[in-house]
Nanobody, 122 residues
Framework: QVQLAESGGGWMQAGGSLGLSCTAT????????MGWYRQAPGNQRELVAI???????TYAESVKGRFTISRDNAKNMVYLQMNNLKPEDTDVYYC????????????????WGQGTQVTVSE
């Protein structure tokens, strides 16, 4: 079974930096897209930043120039460096993996982590 485990997050003052890490486990052969999403209570989950296995990255407009996503395909890990944090970045951040294939050739459309809280104060 494929699982995602997030680490990082926490509390930071506005203007500061935090980093998030996510590791995918489960005898993985490939992950086409891996990245970060966030969701506030009562809101839909929204894309923050994603990275394809080929290195293409996509960012939400609100985080461009402040957040950087990077990915280590060999380790099945994805990172999110968040700089110049703003109070509106406060959310639960979820690691997501899409189109995952295991070495046993099982395929998962998408897999989600448990989420990690990021809180930014004024």
């Amino acid at each position: 079974q494929v699982q995602l485990a997030e680490s990082g997050g926490g509390w930071m003052q506005a203007g500061g930096s935090l980093g998030l890490s996510c590791t995918a486990t489960g005898n993985i052969y490939s992950i086409e897209v891996m990245g970060w999403y966030r969701q506030a209570p009562g809101n839909q989950r929204e894309l923050v930043a994603i990275a394809s296995s080929g290195g293409r990255t996509t960012y939400a407009e609100s985080v461009k120039g402040r957040f950087t996503i990077s990915r280590d395909n060999a380790k099945n890990m994805v990172y999110l460096q968040m700089n110049n944090l703003k109070p509106e970045d406060t959310d639960v951040y979820y690691c997501g993996a899409k189109r995952v294939t295991t070495r046993e050739r099982y395929r998962y459309i998408e897999v989600w982590g448990q989420g990690t809280q990021v809180t930014v104060s004024e």
